[in-house]
C-alpha cells in the first residue's frame, strides 16, 4: 500500500485520530504539520485541487482520499 500524507494542525483532534489510526493499522505516513511548515489555505487547495475548510486532509499516494471520516471509510473498503 502506498505511503498516506496528512496535512494538519497539532491542535485538532480529527489530525490527531488519522496519525493514531495508521499508528494502529502500521501504514506507513508522513505528517505535515501545516501551522509548522507555512502552509496557508491557499497553498491546501492548490495540493487538493480544490476548496479546503477543514482538517486533516489526507492523500494516499497521489490521490486526495478527504478528511478523517474519508480515511476510515477507504482503509474499511481496502482491508487486506
Do not use: N
Not at 496528512?6 to 505516513?29: D, H, N, W
Request: hydrophobic content about 35%; glycine content about 12%; overall charge negative.
Amino acid at each position: 500500500m502506498q505511503r498516506f500524507t496528512i496535512f494538519g494542525k497539532e491542535s485538532c483532534g480529527f489530525c490527531r485520530r488519522a496519525k493514531e489510526l495508521c499508528e494502529i493499522k502500521g501504514l506507513e505516513y508522513r505528517y505535515v504539520d501545516i501551522e509548522k511548515e507555512g502552509i496557508g489555505q491557499a497553498d491546501l487547495e492548490k495540493t487538493v485541487g480544490g476548496p479546503v475548510t477543514t482538517v486533516p486532509q489526507i492523500f494516499h499516494g497521489q490521490s486526495h482520499i478527504g478528511g478523517f471520516d474519508a480515511l476510515e471509510r477507504f482503509l474499511s473498503e481496502h482491508a487486506a
